[in-house]
């Protein structure tokens, strides 16, 4: 059973979003919704370079409320700058050091700031070492890192250890 379905979890998040992307429960659906469950997973399994190692679900779910909050707070914020005068908006790049070194964490803060209005994760250096962020209001290239490796990577590395 776990060759056929080797992440159930997934398996079942694909069914059931499945169902509520087309919102019918005909058979047809159905049977499309559990073929999608089971290819999906199977697909993406060759892509998988180890186990996530998620830990301290706590420091998880206080890691999402925090990203929750930022998005929420990303999301005013970048409102009053395009609403406001342009030259008060400085985008640039910055390259955070990366502390973390499992794959899924890099890819987890990468995520995350992705999803952040106001930033967004564009390379991650062939040594995974850093992380290339482009920032829609760059004013302080010091506090933005500090920010993102105290708010986002220091949860990270305690989640993946």
Known sequence: MKRLIPAPVLS???FAVWLLLV???EPGHLLLALLLAILLPLSGQRLRTGNAGLRRPLVAMKLFLVVLWDIVISNIEVARRILGPE???HPGFIWVPLEVSNVHAITTLAGIITMTPG????EVSADNRYLLVHCFNLEDEAATIAQIKQRYEAPLKEIFK
């Open 87 to 89: 030259v008060a908006i």
């Open 12 to 14: 079942l998040c694909v």
């Open 23 to 25: 919102g019918s429960i």
């Open 119 to 122: 930033t967004l994760s564009a």
